[in-house]
């Protein structure tokens, strides 16, 4: 195929369908390649969210597979103090970099913006009741009138 593009032979049909077969593949790979750094950086993203979630309290396990409870969380040294051990046993403090937290029952809050949506959810429970109102303003209009062809 090579050969034909450096040769400048006539088109020939078969290496038309390769060009557009390599084409295709091309095309798919850089998709494919676009999607799958998305989703990595929106798990890397979510990742350090919860990471960042942690606060004292929350219990914690680490890279080492120390587990224990929170008890300070330094932002500017991006540290947190882990309490690990009991009353009984004894229990000891270390100081750990906020990466080599590798599971905690921390939550991230996701935050939601007060958006229009909100608005629309209002109109459309207002627009509810007043179509509904109307209606039944209606049926007992026609009811009375009905009782009174009835009299």
Do not use: H
């Amino acid at each position: 195929m090579l050969n034909w593009l450096l040769e400048g032979n006539g088109f020939d049909p078969q290496n038309i369908i390769m060009l557009v077969i390599v084409a295709v593949l091309i095309v798919v790979i850089v998709v494919f390649y676009i999607f799958s750094s998305k989703k990595r950086k929106k798990q890397e993203q979510d990742a350090q969210d919860l990471i960042n979630a942690v606060k004292p309290g929350n219990k914690v396990k680490t890279i080492g597979g120390v587990c224990g409870i929170v008890v300070e969380v330094d932002n500017e040294e991006n540290t947190f103090v882990l309490e690990t051990g009991t009353e009984a046993s004894g229990k000891s403090y270390m100081k750990f970099d906020r990466q080599a937290i590798y599971q905690t029952d921390a939550v991230v809050e996701k935050k939601e913006p007060e958006t229009s949506e909100e608005v629309k959810d209002d109109n459309k429970d207002e627009s509810s009741v007043e179509n509904t109102a109307e209606p039944v303003a209606e049926v007992e209009a026609s009811a009375e009138e009905q009782s009174e062809d009835k009299k």
